[in-house]
Structures are given as structure tokens and as C-alpha cells.
């Protein structure tokens, strides 16, 4: 058998093959047709294939990308590589098996064509070596069409290949879930990787990594003919590196047309409702490839010094100690003893370095005998972020034998140490629990804590007072007399920048507030307002969380907890004030052992009025030696997520100094655009939520059987529409507050636009912090009387970065 020969059998099936891709066509359509979005869909895959055709950069993330893809593209894609194959298979034709690890394998055309070359092993009685391929993909639609309808179409028209090509199937990673690197003859096949993206040199140093690790005899490239830049210089390099390079001849076996393809593209025009435009044919622009051949044993080729960590397409990790820090975040766990301030967007991994870093302080001093002195404070906003890093932290003592016990109120004790070695605190309930325990008799808030409502009516009780007495009978002074106002300009201004005397807080700045004049009578009133609320507050015996926060600072300011944290840690310092400041480093040994995290397109208590502590006044001294570690991308939100939201957080940058701009990372778990979905109502979003988890399942968001234990998380509160979808799988849906839920990810996050978001200041960091949350499915619930204020940040998102769900939400969208 020659080369020839098998050139000339694989044109012999050339029919075969275009009957498969009908035939699989047929079996999808079957199984599909009656989807609650069927046509929609594919009329959107088709209009998207297109565009790709047009040089667009496709997501393929919707449900029938595959189906329309193919329909188009899997013959060509097919033909573009028999020659290619037919070439290193041959090659290979002593080995008993090959192993190719198919990157970016999408509809499988590697794999179909290895199968006609086997094919042509068969027809000539000749033994083909036994060829194992795993198709890598993020795309679990185009992996999916293959295994469930392509190749089972071929292997019925070819059944002899059965035995010869044997497929698995990846969504994600080029290693984490394949983690059988043990073949001896491996290829890598590695079709468009660097096509579309603007990444491409992290791309690069992942590929390098990934063929230090399979080790692979061949290497086989191909680009399209204008973008061969990196594929050449990565052929060079390898060129330069034990392998030899050979550019392929791009002459294709197949031209002309695909019959059977056209016919059942017109049988779904003319009978599905399907609107397909174009003749598909075997023709391909002109490609460009290369074999890459190794010549002897690759060994620590490129001189990385990590051979383990592949990070292109990671899925999300679930258990804390198999996080392998990136270097950025390594660095940042350092304790070096210098005021540390970790920045970075949502999911770049801020919490996983304060965990690290908590470990590394403990770790070292335990092994230098020093435990029993030291005290770390970790402190944030959020209950549930409490336990979440709770649980990191033990997680990440065990991985080191580290032993320890638990106490429920306050953290961990380290064995050796006679006292608890690691606080964990929300900051709200600080006061109260380092008060009690060291100062019994005082008991300083034996009083009763209010909350929103009741904090509102006190300040209205004040403002009713103060108008009183300075005899305001008029609306004049509404827009700061206001019981919300009133109680933001306590908590924000005169608690947060602790402004204590009146003279002081009427001329001084109230930055990122609304402009107020400097000794105005505005000012005048919201001073005397805030005393009297206080007033009223002390009178009743009660408090707030700020008022008992303010409370701990003047006994802070008084030296009372002087020194008792060896380290403090702030995670989520978005949210925190000036004088939140003066807390913690009243409560330092040494401030330059203050580390806070956080991210201000976050700020949702405190909008522009966060800040970190400063460094341009007499008290500026003690962040002198800090160090500002700058993290990037995010590990948990999908790729396309990051895209699509990137100038919402670019619109927060604008207006809020050191907010962190989201940037799309490789890395980061598949998954889809945000889905945009207009409902009639509740109900009907419910309804649409549940198509939406049906068609997307393959992320593995919802089980698909009860219990259903992964939720889908509603945000704002909207009681309707939970209600709704848990009428419909039972227990499927929760729905809570951004304010609670911040600091954490949940698989799939719907944005209702039907709640309101008080906030109003702050909506978009708000909306932001919702969106950020998901590390699976976003969905935003798109109604008829959409505020002016969720319209605009819709819009804002990246137009080619949505997907709309179905008809009446494209309508919808484009008359926004
Ligand atoms: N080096 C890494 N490798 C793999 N996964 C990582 C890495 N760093 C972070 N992650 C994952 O990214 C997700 C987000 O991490 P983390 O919660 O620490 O981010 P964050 O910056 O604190 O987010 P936020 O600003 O929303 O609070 C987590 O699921 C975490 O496991």
C-alpha cells in the first residue's frame, strides 16, 4: 500500500462521508425539533456561522452550533486534513497504536479524518495502527454533535472502524481532566488555537508547556493561510528544538460539491422552517500547515521550570488545596512583613491569596517554634464569605498536617498554641466579640440592635426635630433631610471619616459623596441631624452595627485593644471606610502587618466612598512600606462572560479611581455568553430558565435530577420567580441579596430586572457584583417596564457578547 493508495481510497468514500454528515443531520433534527427554541437557534447558528465565514470569532456556545456548523463546515474541515493525516499516519504505519490529543477538536474533523485513512488501512488489508483520540474542546455543543450524532452516522457507513479510531471526549482543559499522559506515541493535533485570540502568547506558553508534558512525536498545525504567524514561529521554535519541520501541501483529495449535505439542507428549508442560504461544498480556503516530527526524546525542551501546570480552559476546583497559585498570587502570599494591598477583578483569585497567606504565617511558625505568638485577624463583610474561608483555611492545614481545633464563635487553635492562632470575624460582630470576652464587666451594647426599617425611623424622628427647632416648614432641604441620607452620611461621612466636631465636618471634603457647599446650612443640618439620631439612639438603648462600630473606635482611639492581632486581614476592603481603617490598626501589634484585598468595581455599601487608608497625611506614615499586588484575570468567571461585562466594569473605572477592569482570562471555566431572556412575567422566565438549564446542561450547571443540588441562584430577591421554578423541579432555585452573596460563586446566576436595587448610587457595581458571581450560566430576566438605569447597563454590554435567547427576546433587546 502507498501513499497513493490510500489517496485514492479516500476519494473512493467521498460520497460515504458526505451521506454521514446527512445522516447525522437527520438524527439531530429528529431528537431536536420539538426544543422550545429549535429554530431560533439554528437560524442564530446559522447567521453566526456565517459571520465566521466573514472572519468573525464564533463562541460556539449555543445549543445547535454543531448541527449548523457541520451542516457547512465538516466536510471541508474533513478534507483540509486527509492529505495531512494520510501523510504522518503512513509514516506511522509500524507503530501498533497512536495517540492524538486533538486540540480544539470541535465537530471532530481530526477524527473523521484519521478515519478515512484507517479506512483505507482496511481496504488494503494492511494493519492500522490502533489510533486513540481525545477531543479537547470548550465547547461542549460541537464535542457533543460528534460523539452523539457524527460519528455514529460514520461508524454506520464505515463499521470496520470501530476497532481502529477510539474517541473520548473533553470539555475543558488540555490536561486537567486528561490525565492519562502515559501513552507512548502521542501526537498533538492543533487546528485554529491561535486563530482568534488575543492572548496568543500566554497561549503559546501553555502549548509549550503542554508538549513538555506529552512529549509528543509529531505535532501537526494548522492555521488559517493569513493568521500562520504563530503557528510558523512555533514551528520554528520547535524546529530549533529536537523536532523536524515540514510545511504541508495544501492540495485537497475532495473538490466539487456534497449532494447529500445540499439535499438535506433544502429537505429543513423546505420542510422544518429552517433558512438555510448557501451551497456547501468540499472546496477550503487555503490552509496552512505543518508536521512537526520529533527526532529524539523530548526532555525540558523549552527550559520551563514547571512542567505541571497547563492552564488553558481549567475547570473550576472545588476543594481548596489543588489551587496551584500562579505566580502573581504566589508573590502576594509572601508574608513579608509590608503592608500588602492585593487588587484585582472579581474571581482573579484575591481570597485564595489571603488563605495562602494565612497558611504560609502559621506554617513558618510553627516550624520555628513561635506559634503562641501569633494572633491573625481575618475579617470581611459577608457571613457566608466568613465560612467559605473558613473552610479553606482548614482545608489548606490539613494538606499540611497542621493540627488544629475549632471554636464556632471565634476560629482556630493551632495545636501548640494556647490560644486561638486564626480569628475569623464578620466585621459587623467584631465589637461585640472581642468586647465581651476581655472587658466582662462592661458589657458596652446590652442594648438592642436595630436595622433598616427601625434605623429609618429613628432618623426621621430627628429630622422631625431639627425642623422643629430651626423652624423648617418648607421642602427646601428634603434632599439631604431625608432618613436615607441622613443615615449615608452618617455611616459614610461622619462614622467613616470620623468627623467629630461639627467645625471639622463643615469644612472638610466628603469625598464621594454628592456635592454639598463647605459651611453650608445643608451641612449645618445633617450634622445636627446625625446628633440628635444618636440622641435618640443612646436615649432608647439602642444601636446600630455602625453606631457600635463607631463606638469600638473611640475605645480603640483610647488604646483599649492596642496590639492584641499579630496580622490583620481585610478581604473585600471595598467596603470599608476611613475610619474602618483606624479600627484595624488600633488593633495591630505592627501596621505593617495589615493585608486587605479587595476590588472598588465591587463597592456595593460604600460606591465611591471607599478607599484605602491613606498615605498623604501624618497617619500616611504607616502604610509607607506597602506593596500593592496587582492580580489579573478571573479564574471563575467563563471567558465569555468577562468579554461580554468588560465595559460595564470599564464604565464603574471611569467614575470610581482604582476600580479593577475585568479582563478575559484563558483560563477560566467554559461556559456561555450571559443569556438574555425577555418574559411576559414570572412565570414565564421561570419557564424559560428551566428550557435554558435543559438545553445547557452539558455545563453541568442544574442536576437534571431531583434533588436538584445545584441551585440556581436568583439575585435581586424575587420571591415570584423562585417561587415559580420551584413549583417546578422542586428546590432547584434560592434567591438572596447581592449583599450577602458577595465574596462568593454560585454555578448559575440569574439577574431578575424585576427586583429593585436600593442602592441606587451604586447600581452599577451592584449589577457588576451580581454578574461576577457566576462561575457557569449567567441569565439576565429581561421584562416590560425595565428601569432606565438596568436598560442602559444592557446596552452597555458587548453587543456580540450576549446571546439572546429566543425571538421575543431579540425583539425585545433591539428596541431597547
Ligand atoms: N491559581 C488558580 N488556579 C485555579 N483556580 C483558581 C486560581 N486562583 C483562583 N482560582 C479560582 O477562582 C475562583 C475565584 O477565586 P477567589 O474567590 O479567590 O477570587 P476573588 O478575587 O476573591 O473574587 P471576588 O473579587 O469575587 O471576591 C475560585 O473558584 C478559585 O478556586
Known amino acids: 500500500m502507498t501513499l497513493e493508495n490510500i489517496y485514492l481510497h479516500i476519494a473512493s468514500i467521498k460520497n460515504t462521508l458526505d451521506n454521514a454528515i446527512k445522516i447525522a443531520a437527520e438524527n439531530y433534527y429528529v431528537v431536536h425539533k420539538d426544543d422550545s427554541n429549535f429554530l431560533f437557534d439554528v437560524k442564530e447558528t446559522s447567521r453566526e456561522c456565517y459571520l465566521l465565514s466573514r472572519g468573525a470569532d464564533l463562541c460556539y456556545d449555543r445549543p445547535s452550533i454543531g448541527f449548523t456548523y457541520s451542516l457547512w463546515y465538516q466536510g471541508r474541515r474533513v478534507n483540509s486534513f486527509l492529505k495531512y493525516l494520510s501523510q504522518a499516519i503512513f509514516e506511522a504505519k509500524q507503530e501498533k497504536s497512536i495517540t492524538i490529543y486533538d486540540l480544539g477538536a470541535g465537530t471532530g474533523a481530526i477524527q473523521w479524518a484519521c478515519a478515512a485513512v484507517a479506512s483505507a488501512f482496511h481496504k488494503y488489508d494492511v494493519e492500522c495502527p490502533v489510533i486513540k483520540i481525545i477531543n479537547i474542546d470548550t465547547s461542549p455543543f460541537m464535542l457533543d454533535y460528534n460523539r452523539l450524532y457524527l460519528w455514529p452516522a460514520l461508524v454506520s457507513l464505515l463499521p470496520d472502524l470501530k476497532n481502529s479510531i477510539l474517541p473520548s471526549y ?42 513538555e508534558k506529552i512529549k509528543p512525536t509529531k505535532i501537526l498545525l494548522t492555521s488559517s493561510f493569513n493568521k500562520k504567524g504563530y503557528t510558523q514561529d512555533i514551528a520554528k521554535e520547535l524546529a530549533q528544538n529536537n523536532y523536524t519541520s515540514q510545511e504541508v501541501n495544501n492540495d485537497l483529495i475532495y473538490s466539487g460539491g456534497m449532494p447529500a449535505t445540499v439535499a438535506i439542507r433544502k429537505w429543513f428549508n423546505n420542510n422544518s422552517g429552517c433558512n438555510f442560504s448557501g451551497t456547501p461544498s468540499w472546496n477550503e480556503n487555503y490552509i496552512y500547515g505543518v508536521i512537526c516530527s520529533s527526532t529524539s526524546p523530548t526532555f525540558n525542551l523549552f527550559a520551563l521550570d514547571t512542567t505541571n501546570e497547563v492552564n488553558l480552559y481549567n475547570p473550576p476546583l472545588v476543594v481548596r488545596r489543588e489551587i496551584k497559585l500562579n505566580q502573581t498570587q504566589n508573590k502576594a502570599a509572601q508574608n513579608d512583613n509590608k503592608p500588602t494591598i492585593i487588587v484585582g477583578p472579581a474571581g482573579c483569585g484575591k481570597s485564595v491569596v489571603i488563605t495562602q497567606r494565612v497558611l504560609n504565617i502559621v506554617d513558618e511558625a510553627i516550624k520555628t517554634n513561635t506559634i503562641s505568638k501569633i494572633n491573625i485577624l481575618l475579617t470581611t463583610f459577608n457571613k457566608a464569605l466568613k465560612a467559605y474561608l473558613l473552610n479553606w483555611i482548614k482545608d489548606l492545614f490539613d494538606s499540611r498536617n497542621i493540627t488544629y481545633t475549632e471554636n464556632y464563635k471565634y476560629g482556630l487553635k493551632t495545636q501548640g498554641s494556647e490560644f486561638i492562632n486564626v480569628f475569623l470575624m464578620h466585621f459587623d460582630v467584631l465589637p461585640t466579640r472581642l468586647w465581651k470576652p476581655l472587658f466582662k464587666e462592661e458589657q ?15 432618623a426621621q424622628e430627628a429630622i422631625n426635630s431639627i425642623k422643629e427647632s430651626e423652624n423648617i416648614s418648607t421642602a427646601e432641604f428634603d434632599n439631604v433631610l431625608n432618613p436615607e441620607y441622613v443615615l449615608e452620611e452618617y455611616n459614610r461621612v461622619i462614622y467613616g471619616q470620623n468627623y467629630t466636631k461639627m467645625d471639622v465636618y463643615l469644612t472638610s471634603t466628603r469625598s464621594g459623596r454628592p456635592v454639598l457647599a463647605y459651611n453650608g446650612d445643608r451641612r449645618r443640618l445633617l450634622f445636627k441631624t446625625v446628633q440628635k439620631f444618636l440622641l435618640i439612639m443612646e436615649n432608647n438603648n439602642e444601636s446600630s452595627i455602625i453606631t457600635r462600630r463607631h463606638k469600638f473606635l473611640k475605645e480603640i482611639n483610647k488604646n483599649k485593644f492596642k496590639g492584641y492581632f499579630t496580622h490583620v486581614f481585610v478581604d473585600e476592603f471595598q467596603d470599608c471606610t476611613q475610619s474602618d481603617y483606624e479600627i484595624f490598626y488600633g488593633l495591630l501589634k505592627d501596621p505593617n502587618n495589615l493585608i486587605i484585598a479587595g476590588d472598588f468595581a465591587q463597592a456595593v455599601h460604600l460606591g465611591r466612598v471607599a478607599s484605602i487608608p491613606r498615605v498623604d497625611d501624618a497617619k500616611g506614615e504607616r502604610m509607607r512600606n506597602r506593596v500593592t499586588h496587582k492580580l489579573d484575570g478571573s479564574y471563575r468567571l467563563p471567558y465569555r462572560i468577562s468579554e461580554a461585562i468588560k465595559p460595564l466594569s470599564e464604565a464603574i473605572n471611569e467614575v470610581q479611581e482604582g476600580a479593577d477592569i475585568i479582563t478575559p482570562y484563558k483560563g477560566a471555566p467554559p461556559g456561555a455568553r450571559p443569556i438574555l431572556v425577555y418574559a411576559e412575567n414570572n412565570q414565564d422566565l421561570a419557564k424559560k430558565i428551566i428550557n435554558i438549564t435543559k438545553a445547557f446542561n452539558s455545563f453541568d450547571v442544574v442536576d437534571s435530577i431531583p434533588p436538584y443540588k445545584n441551585l440556581i441562584t436568583i439575585l435581586e430577591k424575587d420571591i415570584a420567580t423562585t417561587n415559580a421554578l420551584n413549583n417546578m423541579k422542586s428546590g432547584v432555585c434560592q434567591t438572596d441579596t447581592i449583599l450577602r452573596l458577595k465574596g462568593l460563586e454560585k454555578k448559575l446566576i440569574v439577574w431578575s430586572t424585576n427586583t429593585e436595587i436600593t442602592h441606587t448610587e451604586e447600581i452599577k457595581n451592584f449589577v457588576y457584583t451580581i454578574f461576577t458571581r457566576t462561575s457557569g450560566l449567567l441569565i439576565i430576566g429581561m421584562f416590560k417596564d425595565i428601569k432606565k438605569e438596568y436598560k442602559e447597563i444592557i446596552t452597555s454590554l458587548r453587543k456580540d457578547r450576549v446571546m439572546l435567547w429566543d425571538e421575543s427576546s431579540l425583539q425585545y433587546y433591539n428596541d431597547l
Open 170 to 211: 473533553f470539555v475543558n482543559s488540555w490536561s486537567s481532566d486528561v490525565d492519562d499522559f502515559n501513552n507512548s506515541n502521542n501526537w498533538i493535533t492543533a487546528s485554529y488555537l491561535f486563530d482568534h485570540t488575543e492572548n496568543s502568547e500566554n497561549l503559546k506558553k501553555d502549548f509549550k508547556k503542554l508538549i
Open 444 to 458: 458596652p451594647f446590652n442594648d438592642s440592635l436595630l436595622f433598616e426599617t427601625g434605623l429609618l425611623k429613628r
